[in-house]
């Protein structure tokens, strides 16, 4: 299989699997954030009785699972296609 179409192949796949890595991350955050907060919903930005710390914290440990979470499902995206097409995708 060529370059060009292993690239057109995974494309479809990548973003399959990142829209499956936002929702898996979202669920993994809000059940981490029950865990250590001990509420239920974590603080937005603009959220007027939540402190500095608290919303900085809650968005630091946000992107910390998202990233996390992303980086395993497109590692684990790549290696799957690697095993059905003998290439790595680029």
Do not use: C
């Not at 192949?9 to 669920?27: D, I, R, S």
């Not at 608290?54 to 980086?71: M, N, P, T």
Request: proline share 3%.
């Amino acid at each position: 299989m060529s370059k060009g179409i292993n690239k057109t192949v995974y494309k479809p796949v990548g973003v399959v699997l990142g829209l499956a890595a936002g929702a898996v991350a979202g669920a993994v955050f809000r059940q981490v954030w029950k865990l250590t907060a001990g509420d239920g919903d974590a603080p937005n930005a603009t959220d007027e009785d939540r402190g500095w710390g608290e919303v900085l914290a809650a968005a630091a440990l946000q992107g910390a699972i998202f990233s996390l979470v992303r980086a395993a499902v497109d590692r684990g995206g790549a290696v799957g296609v690697r095993r059905l097409t003998g290439h790595w995708p680029d």
